[in-house]
């Protein structure tokens, strides 16, 4: 079928029509919507509209399902036609002249459940299941949007027909018509969706193929379904939601009309709709009045048969209709009890007065061979514990009460005390009886785990074990004090078998749960350390696994794993100490096999991951002890178990956790005999060991380098020896006798070779420094002349790996001024003589990096090493007497700058810019007034010339770079920040254009940049607050007053509109919301009301904004208030962020007028 639509291109006389679908008559109308209205994707144009309608020229599908299998494509016209249908009304004011009709997305669905139908009917619905499930999901998200505001939206399409002389608002008639037609058609196909959950041929397969018999039948798209039924009846207020139970679901189940899978899942979407943060105001009143008969008629009987009838015959294969139902029944109840907060105790209550006993059925469940099964009744389990423990800790919170406030409180109010003190204690006698009886029913399993472990049945195992973690956590208090009726034996079994089981997310679970247990347990800490010994060992089957297997397993180890030998190490430390060396000393004497390294690192991995807490707690005669044990082991070790990559990264690791508890052993020789090892490390050859040198998250060489950075710092004067002196010159050197030793790696060593030099005498540090940093000198000069030779002949893309090299010498440079700088002794130093040998240094290297920073600044890997090398070289100026010195630093940073192309090569350079704002910005001195003018100005003038190059906006470019630097600026020499500018430029160019920038980098997806704005912002009103005018000559007046003047009128506009904007509406990430909301006040304290009213109400204008008038009104009202009195930051910020939290929802129109918004006016109300 075919009609004719008018596409009006911008001119009433040019008309163009096509022969198109039925449904092609939306188009037209999209081009009478405002942009502003936000209705519009921008850019919408015509063209735009014709690849949409590209994608209905397929003649095998109609236009709905063709619409849906775009999307299904991932097309990204397909997805966002949908998106635009599912959010907005067009108008066809061309099909039928003269009798508009609207269009959205009921008429969609409408059109897309007839052409499915029709697919079925002809027999070729076998593939659209996955349509049907898009469907399902969008008209679920579409049904919580509330009659009124598809009314509204409706009425918006009314107002933007204006646009093209169809003032349809004048018709009152006309408009209602089609107002109340939309609202007829929702309602229309929320009654075929009932037709459809509610048919019982839909929820059967076909027996033959096992296939569902329609693309309705498919389980994922009903349940969808019968969530668009819960959310049309939430969204539409509380009455609905109590005809829909009462009048529909309570009768149909009494009479066995309405099949059960669809029951439950209305009634489980009804209570997680409910539980929203848009739900109308009473939703949650309705749920908890219906909950008894929910649970009673509903929930109960419907879990008890499909419970009866899922496992009937002892079937274990597969999941069946009674599975999904009972998973289903299960998960329902956990929502309600967790919407209407209530626990086991409370449950079982309601339950009293039928004949289901509802904490034996739930334990039931457990018996069931599904997953989906056992999985809801471990949440379900969870949630109820949860509810309980709450109450418990109500229950003693006004037990507490009613002690403290005898003889104070009246005898009517200590009554009122008693009283809720009696109703909570009665979860006090329940909950020990409850929690005992589901660790005897959970216990119990354990049978069945090990059943089907053997059949290899991992998901039901980890199912078990996940219920087992559950009632353990909840019942921990009870075992520990004695009072658990019954023995937790059975349960404690089953989580044992659980961390022997090979699936590592079984086990983890099982050890995460005893961990928590084992501290306060010698006996049972005792008996777990064996299993989590033996799960330390690496499975040999995957060390050459490459499906990620060993990535799971490191991660289990290093996380999971390392927690569990954590809390039994502080059950039994004496006997954990005492196993692992004994694992050690026999590892170490074992004749070699292929599976001893592994055994061997495992041993060390325990060692490691209880090093924290044995360093602290354990005394250290027993801790060296047992040291010198473990390490005079691994020195009697073969070196073909010892230079196993895996046994030297953990036995360097082992070193480096304990460097500092070594010097106390009596005697030397553990700390030496640990020296060597980290040293020869460094002269170990580990190609022929391939990827295995590089397991987990570090390298051997790395923790050689950590290690021995850590016993040099530990102890510097053990190394002054002449041999371990040669020793360490070795390993520092190693890297020029192509040795291939990362360069992170060579800085901590030359932390620690710092540590060892700054041990010496003072007249002897010049000459060690030079000695450490003459091979890098030497290296330098040699690789800057091979750049010259590759760049100078155009090769620049193939000079990448000798570009690397002079960044990473640089680096080295950089880090022996700041580690020798920084390097902790125990005899006093005078700082000068630090600054004294290091000062050659720079002298001798200062050709070389000039020559550098001219050739290579454009290169972002050498100007950040260089920046880096200049930031550190500041700890050398620290008085006026250095300035000479300052004076080079500033000139190098001003070539690099000068040179650098990019604005990512100038950025590292600016980080030593605020550095020297920061250190040297106070002084009242003209010459470092200049020079940090003159850098600032040489920084600006690089970014704007590097934006032009690379087609960026130059204020947001400046904006994300130099933020962080002015921010520095503002704080130490305000006044200097404010008068910045070019020659023949008007004073304050620089913070002019920062402010134009700042309300697009608020915007911006870069959450560091929202970061840096926010505190330079702040930091420039903090300045702008320390600014005394009266103080100020008439000169400085003069420039400074129109620059503050145009700051404050830049906050008050633009700036605060963008704050409330993007904090009000949700917009902007959580971790912001406070530095949003402090900024905000700080704008609005030192203002008056009429100054930043339009910009207020603007904010709270934008159709962004989903919380209604009510809001709107206390907020504005709030903001008011923080103007005229003190308002406490704490409570302004807690506004903005329900304001933020309201937004979070994927619906656009069910939040106003909704509960948490009454909630919300409730709290912030003035006359609250």
């Not at 003159?934 to 904006?959: P, R, W």
Request: glycine share 6%.
């Amino acid at each position: 079928m075919a009609t004719f639509v008018t596409w009006r291109d911008g001119d009433q006389s040019s008309r163009r029509c096509h022969p198109i679908n039925l449904w092609e008559p939306v188009v037209s109308t999209f081009l009478t919507l405002r942009k502003e209205e936000k209705q519009l994707p921008a850019g919408c144009d015509i063209a735009w509209l014709g690849k949409l309608l590209h994608l209905h020229c397929r003649v095998d599908m109609s236009h709905a399902v063709n619409a849906l299998d775009h999307a299904l494509r991932a097309d990204p016209q397909g997805l966002a036609f949908l998106e635009q249908t599912a959010s907005l009304y067009v108008l066809d004011a061309a099909s039928t002249p003269g009798h508009p009709t609207t269009y959205g997305w009921w008429n969609f669905l409408n059109d897309a459940l007839n052409e499915v139908e029709r697919y079925e009917s002809e027999g070729a619905a076998s593939n659209l299941e996955g349509h049907v499930r898009l469907l399902a999901t969008i008209t679920r998200r579409v049904a919580r949007r509330p009659p009124s505001s598809d009314r509204r939206l409706v009425k918006i399409c009314f107002a933007n027909a204006s646009m093209t002389h169809m003032n349809l608002m004048a018709n009152a008639q006309l408009s209602q018509s089609l107002v109340g037609s939309n609202a007829e058609l929702r309602e229309r196909n929320m009654g075929r969706i009932a037709a459809i959950v509610f048919d019982w041929s839909f929820h059967r397969t076909n027996s033959s193929a096992g296939h569902p018999t329609s693309a309705f039948s498919d389980p994922v798209a009903m349940e969808q379904f019968c969530g668009v039924l819960a959310c049309n009846a939430v969204s539409s207020g509380p009455t609905a939601v109590r005809h829909l139970v009462t009048d529909w679901i309570v009768p149909g189940v009494d009479s066995q009309q309405l099949p059960p899978q669809a029951v439950v899942a209305i009634i489980l979407h009804i209570s997680v709709e409910a539980r929203g943060k848009g739900c109308p105001a009473g939703t949650k009143d309705v749920i908890s009045s219906l909950l008894p008969s929910v649970c009673k008629s509903i929930i109960g009987p419907i879990l008890l048969e499909s419970l009866r009838e899922g496992d009937e015959g002892g079937s274990s294969g597969g999941e069946n209709i009674n599975h999904r139902i009972a998973a289903i029944s299960l998960r329902s109840l956990e929502s309600w009890c967790r919407a209407n907060e209530i626990g086991a105790v409370k449950l079982q209550k309601i339950f009293n007065s039928t004949n289901i006993n509802i904490l034996v059925t739930i334990a039931d469940a457990l018996y069931s061979n599904s997953e989906a099964v056992i999985d809801a009744v471990s949440e379900l389990i969870d949630t109820l514990l949860q509810l309980d423990e709450r109450e418990a800790s109500i229950s003693q919170g006004l037990s507490i009460a009613q002690s403290l406030m005898n003889g104070v409180m009246s005898d009517t109010g200590l009554n009122s005390l008693d009283l809720a003190r009696q109703i909570t204690g009665e979860n006090d006698t329940a909950r020990p009886r409850i929690l005992s009886e589901f660790v005897s029913a959970v216990g119990l399993q354990r049978f069945r785990f090990s059943e089907r472990q053997t059949k290899g049945d991992v998901s039901v195992c980890r199912c078990l074990a996940r219920t087992a973690a559950v009632v353990l956590t909840h019942a921990q208090d009870l075992i520990k004090k004695g009072t658990l009726e019954g023995s937790p034996d059975g349960l404690l079994d089953l989580l044992f078998k659980a961390v022997a089981h090979p699936s590592v997310y079984v086990c983890g679970i099982a050890v995460e749960a005893l961990t928590n247990v084992a501290p306060s347990s010698a006996e049972l800490s005792t008996k777990l350390l064996p299993f989590l010994q033996g799960k330390a060992i690496i499975p040999f089957h995957l060390i050459d696994n490459d499906d990620g297997g060993l990535e799971e397993y490191i991660n289990f180890r290093e996380r999971v794993l390392a927690d569990g030998l954590a809390g039994c190490y502080a059950g039994c430390n004496a006997f954990f100490l005492q196993s692992c060396s004994s694992a050690i000393e026999e590892f170490c004497q074992a004749s070699p096999t292929s599976h001893l390294p592994y055994q061997l690192e495992a041993a060390l991995f325990c060692m490691v991951a209880v090093a924290e807490k044995a360093v602290k707690t354990t005394g250290k005669g027993d801790l060296c002890t047992q040291l010198e044990r473990m390490i005079s082991a691994l020195a009697k070790s073969p070196s073909t178990t010892t230079s196993h990559p895996l046994v030297t990264m953990k036995a360097c690791r082992f070193v480096n956790k304990y460097a500092r508890v070594l010097p106390l052993c009596e005697t030397n020789t553990a700390f030496e005999i640990a020296s060597e090892l980290a040293i020869n490390s460094f002269n170990q050859d580990l190609s022929s060991f391939g990827s295995l040198q590089y397991i987990g998250d570090s390298s051997p060489l790395s923790e050689a380098a950590n290690a021995l950075k850590q016993l040099l710092c530990s102890s510097p004067a053990l190394f002054s020896s002449p041999a371990a002196l040669s020793a360490l010159e070795n390993a520092w050197k190693a890297p020029y006798d192509s040795k291939r030793i990362d360069v992170e790696e060579r800085e901590m060593l030359c932390s620690g070779l710092c540590a060892v030099l700054i041990s010496f005498p003072p007249d002897q540090w010049t000459a060690s420094v030079d000695n450490l940093a003459r091979p890098v000198i030497a290296c330098l000069n040699i690789v800057s002349k091979e750049a010259d030779q590759i760049m100078g002949k155009g090769n620049e893309e193939s000079a990448g790996p000798i570009l690397i090299r002079l960044s990473n010498e640089i680096r080295l440079l950089a880090a022996i001024v700041h580690n020798f700088m920084k390097a902790k002794t125990d005899k006093p130093i005078d700082d000068r003589d630090r600054r004294k040998a290091l000062i050659p240094l720079l002298h001798s290297s200062w050709t070389v990096l000039t020559h550098i920073g001219d050739k290579c600044a454009s290169h972002t890997v050498v100007t950040s090493s260089i920046g880096k090398l200049l930031t550190d070289s500041l700890l050398l100026v620290e008085s006026e007497e250095e300035l000479p010195l300052l004076n080079e630093l500033v000139a190098l940073a001003k070539t690099v700058i000068t040179k650098s192309t990019s604005s990512s090569s100038v950025a590292p350079m600016l980080t030593f810019v605020e550095q020297v704002v920061d250190q040297h910005g106070t002084k009242r001195n003209d010459a470092i007034h200049n020079m940090i003018k003159d850098l600032i100005l040489v920084s600006y003038e690089a970014i704007l010339s590097s934006g032009k190059a690379e087609g960026s906006e130059h204020s947001q470019l400046i904006a994300a770079t130099m933020f962080k630097t002015l921010s520095s600026c503002a704080k130490r020499c305000p006044l200097l920040l404010l008068t910045i500018a070019r020659d023949g430029k008007e004073p304050g160019e620089v913070i002019h254009c920062c402010m134009e920038a700042s309300p697009q980098t608020l915007k911006s997806n870069e959450p560091d940049a929202i970061v840096i704005t926010i505190r330079f912002l702040a930091m420039l009103i903090s300045a702008l607050k320390s600014i005394s005018l009266e103080s100020l000559d008439d000169g400085q007046k003069q420039l400074i007053v129109p620059v503050i003047d145009y700051i404050n009128r830049s906050f008050r506009g633009e700036i605060l509109i963008s704050l409330v904007t993007l904090s009000c509406c949700g917009i902007l990430p959580l971790d912001a919301v406070t530095d949003f909301a402090s900024l905000i006040q700080q704008i609005l304290s030192p203002s008056q009301w009429q100054d930043v009213e339009a910009s207020i109400s603007a904010a709270f204008c934008t159709n962004q904004f989903l919380l209604g008038d009510e809001v709107k009104t206390v907020a504005i009202a709030t903001f008011k208030r923080c103007i005229e009195s003190k308002y406490p930051a704490s409570t302004f910020a807690d506004m903005i962020t329900d304001m933020w939290n309201m937004h979070q929802t994927d619906d656009t129109g069910a939040i106003a007028g909704g509960e948490a918004v009454l909630q919300f006016v409730k709290k912030f109300s003035k006359d609250r």
